[in-house]
């Protein structure tokens, strides 16, 4: 790929513009440029670096009708070598293009994704953020420029990555379980829909449930399937739960859960962990019932931003709630955010190809 640079004058090092005693937001900062890529008459053309500013779109564009958007969360991380190492990003290129699929947009070959997010990386490389537990956090989205008012597929696309340094996803450290609501009123996705797609409709709709939730105490909603009898995950992670012999239990993928890399992630590295873990339909009342007969011993979730997320309660629409573990980070909780994070981070040696060093081009 051929891509054209049109950079900002020679900044500073922006890791000054940090203050090492103030933790980064999540998601809020931007870095200095964007990569940019449009899809006409069958093809993507002129991929671009250019400076972070808004972007025009026509009025008309489907997207803001009709929400034909994709997105994809992932992230890097500076290693002590002080090279930045994108993690598993060739499964965030895969998903991007499961989620074309499901939405009738167009590929974009795995490389070009990945080529992408690496140069503008290095571009904004002496943005990343020096902070014990910071991370880039990288945003591939994709969505439908065509100006027509019929509901149909569009013609023209737009493909873009955006960053943005962000803090430690526990600024306090690795201490507070949250609170679900389990929610028979809302469903997140109905099967046979776009609910294992990361498309922007889905979260649009997330928003008032997000909202419910928050009348309970609760940071998110942990949804069921739309018969109210399997669980099925949280509003932005998967979810799991540990039983008392220690194995580690994940909804099984449907078409109506997000196929979590971290969930993927954590599986693949049972046997490094010394952890057993197993994917399989868990019925709600059944899983209750282990949380209160003791069966269940831990539970949270899994997700690129939330990382490892232990939840302490599960609140009900009635006000009553049950507490797991006391209400405290579990041992197998415990474990498997730390061996997760020391990968990330290059403190533990990571699986062949999991991390990729973005090379100094510019
Ligand atoms: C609905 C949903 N489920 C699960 C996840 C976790 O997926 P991953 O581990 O790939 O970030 C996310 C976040 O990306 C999400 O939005």
């Known amino acids: 790929m051929n891509i054209q640079y049109n950079l ?11 203050k090492p005693d103030k933790t980064l937001p999540f998601g809020l900062l931007r870095t200095d440029h964007m990569f940019v ?23 008309g564009a489907i997207v803001l009708h009709y929400a034909q958007a994709i997105f994809e969360g992932a992230k890097a991380f500076m290693h002590d070598d002080g090279e930045i190492y994108t993690f598993r990003i060739d499964k965030n290129a895969k998903r991007m293009n499961r989620s074309a699929d ?17 140069s503008l990386i290095d571009v904004d490389r002496l943005w990343f953020p020096i902070q014990e537990g910071a991370s880039l956090y990288i945003r591939p989205f994709m969505f439908a420029t ?25 600024p306090k450290g ?7 609501l389990i929610t028979k009123k809302f469903h997140r996705v109905p099967p046979g829909g ?31 399937d739309t018969t109210n009898t399997y669980i099925e995950e949280a509003g932005t992670m998967n979810h799991y739960h540990v039983m008392k012999d220690g194995t ?14 971290t969930s993927e992630s954590v599986m693949e590295l049972s046997d490094r962990m010394g952890i057993k873990t197993k994917q399989e339909r868990i019925r709600v009342d059944e899983f209750i019932e282990g949380i209160r007969t003791g069966e269940i011993t831990e539970a949270g979730g899994f997700g690129t931003a939330a990382v490892i997320s232990p939840v302490g309660e599960y609140v009900f629409e009635d006000g009553s709630s049950v507490v797991v573990n006391d209400n405290k980070i579990g041992e197998i909780t415990k474990k498997i955010y730390e061996y997760y994070t020391g990968l990330q981070t290059g ?13 100094r081009r510019v």
Not at 8 to 18: G, I, L, M, N, V
Not at 37 to 59: A, K, Q
Not at 195 to 221: P, R
């Open 102 to 118: 499901i939405l009738c947009m167009p590929h974009i070959p795995e490389e070009m994704q990945i080529e992408a997010i690496h």
């Open 174 to 180: 690795f201490t507070e379980p949250i609170k679900l």
């Open 194 to 224: 776009t609910g294992s797609a990361k498309a922007a409709g889905n979260y649009a709709a997330s928003l008032q449930v997000a909202e419910f939730a928050k009348k309970f105490g609760a940071t998110q909603v942990l949804y069921l």
């Open 248 to 261: 580690v239990v994940i909804p099984e993928f449907t078409d109506t859960i997000l196929r979590s890399i």
């Open 8 to 18: 900002k004058p020679k900044s500073e090092r922006r890791t000054e513009a940090f």
């Open 37 to 59: 890529m449009d899809y006409e008459d069958g093809e993507w053309i002129n991929p671009r670096i250019v400076p972070y500013s808004p972007i025009e779109l026509s009025p």
């Open 146 to 170: 065509e100006d027509s008012l019929g509901v149909h597929p569009s013609s023209t696309y737009k493909f873009m990555v955006i960053l943005s340094p962000s803090g430690p996803y526990y």
């Open 347 to 359: 403190k533990i040696e990571a699986p062949e190809g999991w991390l990729k060093k973005v090379e």
